[in-house]
C-alpha cells in the first residue's frame, strides 16, 4: 500500500535524477509500512530525510495547522528547526566505496550541512536585518530563474549563447502567442461533459443497491482502510455530526490501525460511520458505472444509509465520502493503465531476450 515502483527502489544512473522516484521513497507511506513491519530503524531514518524535506518546502504560512506536521511551519525568529537538522547532518555517519555501510557519502554529507547552513545564514539575514515576519524556504531557489531561461533558449533553437535581440524577438513571439491562446478560449465554448448516469435514485431502488453491496467481500487492507477515511470523515465533520453517547466505536484490528497510521489528525471512528465507508467501498467496487458524479454517488450513499438504519445527517459526510471514493476510482483505473502498460513493455523485452 505504498508509493513505491520498480524504478525508485532500483533506479538506473538516468532515473537517479529524478525527485519524483526519489519522493516515492522518502514518503509518510513507506514510513508507515516500514513501522507495521517492525523496521524501526528504516523507518526513522526516511522520517527524518522527510521532514527535513517538508521543512525546507515550505510554499505558504499554516501549512503546518492544516496538514496537521509541525515541520511544515514557515521560519519565523526562533525557529530552531534549520539548526535541529544541520546537527543531524554534522552528526550522521559518512564513507565511500566499499566502507560505506548505512551511512551516507561524503559528497551527500557535506552537501546537506554546507545546504543547512546557508539556509539558517539566510534566515537569520532576513528576519534580522531585513525586519521579515517569515520565510519561505521553498522561495529560496533558482527553479523559475531557469525555467524561463530554458524558454527562452528553446525559442532560439537551443542556443545556450543568447544576445539580447534573441531573448527580446522570444519574448515578443511568446506574448503573440498568448494573446492568440486567449482569443481563441473566448471564441470556442467547451462542449457539455456527457452524463452517464443510470437515471434518478428511487426509493423503490434501495433493495437492488443493497445486493450490489452484499455481494462484496472486502479484504484487511481494504477494511483497514475503511476505518481511515472513517476517521478522517469524522475529524473533518467533528462540528456537524452528532453521535449519541451509547453509539459505539470500532474495535479489533481496524482499530489498531488508525492509532498506529494517525499523527494526531484522526479520531478513532464509530461504527456507523465505518459502516457506511464500508458500503459505499463495496458499491463503487460493484458497480461503479452507477455514479459517474458526486451528486448521483451521494444519492446512493444517503438511500445506502437509510436503508441499513445508519443514522448520519450531515451532508458533508456524503458529499466528502463521494469525493473520496470517485478520486479512488480515478486512481484504479490509472494503476490499471500502468500495470497494462508495463506488462507489455515486459513481454516484448522477454521475446527480444528470446
Excluded at 539575514?125 to 523559475?144: A, K, M, N, P
Excluded at 452524463?195 to 423503490?204: D, F, N
Aim: with cysteine; charged share 20%.
Amino acid at each position: 500500500m505504498t508509493s513505491l515502483t520498480q524504478a525508485a527502489v532500483n533506479p538506473s544512473k538516468l532515473q537517479l535524477q529524478n525527485v519524483k522516484h526519489v519522493l516515492r521513497v522518502f514518503n509518510d507511506k513507506v514510513v508507515a509500512a516500514l513501522t507495521l513491519q517492525g523496521c524501526h530503524e528504516t523507518a526513522t531514518f526516511i522520517q527524518t530525510v522527510v521532514n527535513w524535506w517538508n521543512t525546507v518546502n515550505v510554499s505558504g504560512k499554516g501549512q503546518d495547522r492544516r496538514l496537521n506536521d509541525p515541520h511544515r511551519a514557515v521560519q519565523e525568529p526562533g525557529s530552531t528547526s534549520l539548526d535541529t537538522f544541520l546537527g543531524v547532518f554534522q552528526g550522521a555517519d559518512s564513507g565511500h566505496g566499499a566502507t560505506r555501510i548505512q551511512c551516507l557519502t561524503h559528497d551527500t554529507k557535506k552537501a546537506l550541512v554546507q545546504t543547512m547552513q546557508g539556509l539558517a545564514a539566510v534566515c537569520k539575514y532576513l528576519l534580522t536585518s531585513e525586519h521579515f515576519e517569515y520565510v519561505l524556504l521553498r522561495e529560496i531557489q533558482s527553479d523559475r530563474l531557469e525555467g524561463e531561461f530554458s524558454v527562452y533558449r528553446q525559442s532560439t533553437g537551443a542556443n545556450s549563447f543568447m544576445t539580447t535581440g534573441d531573448v527580446f524577438y522570444a519574448c515578443k513571439k511568446r506574448l503573440a502567442r498568448h494573446a492568440a491562446t486567449y482569443l481563441k478560449s473566448i471564441e470556442l465554448q467547451p462542449e457539455p461533459k456527457e452524463h452517464t448516469c443510470l437515471g434518478p435514485v428511487m426509493l423503490e431502488d434501495a433493495a437492488s443497491i443493497d445486493k450490489y453491496t452484499a455481494e462484496v467481500t472486502l479484504t484487511v487492507n481494504e477494511e483497514s482502510s475503511a476505518a481511515y477515511v472513517a476517521g478522517w470523515l469524522e475529524s473533518k465533520c467533528g462540528g456537524d455530526l452528532a453521535f449519541s453517547d451509547e453509539e459505539p466505536l470500532v474495535t479489533s484490528e481496524v482499530k489498531d490501525f488508525v492509532e498506529t497510521v494517525s499523527r494526531g489528525s484522526l479520531t478513532i471512528p464509530h461504527v456507523s460511520t465505518f459502516e457506511l465507508v464500508r458500503l459505499g467501498l463495496c458499491f463503487v467496487k460493484k458497480a461503479r458505472h452507477r455514479a459517474c458524479c458526486r451528486k448521483r454517488l451521494g444519492s446512493i450513499l444517503l438511500t445506502v444509509a437509510n436503508f441499513n438504519s445508519i443514522d448520519i445527517n450531515c451532508s458533508k459526510v456524503y458529499t466528502h465520502l463521494s469525493n473520496v471514493l470517485l478520486h479512488g476510482i480515478q486512481n484504479l483505473e490509472k494503476d490499471h493503465q500502468k500495470n497494462a502498460v508495463l506488462l507489455q513493455t515486459s513481454v516484448k523485452k522477454a521475446r527480444l531476450a528470446d
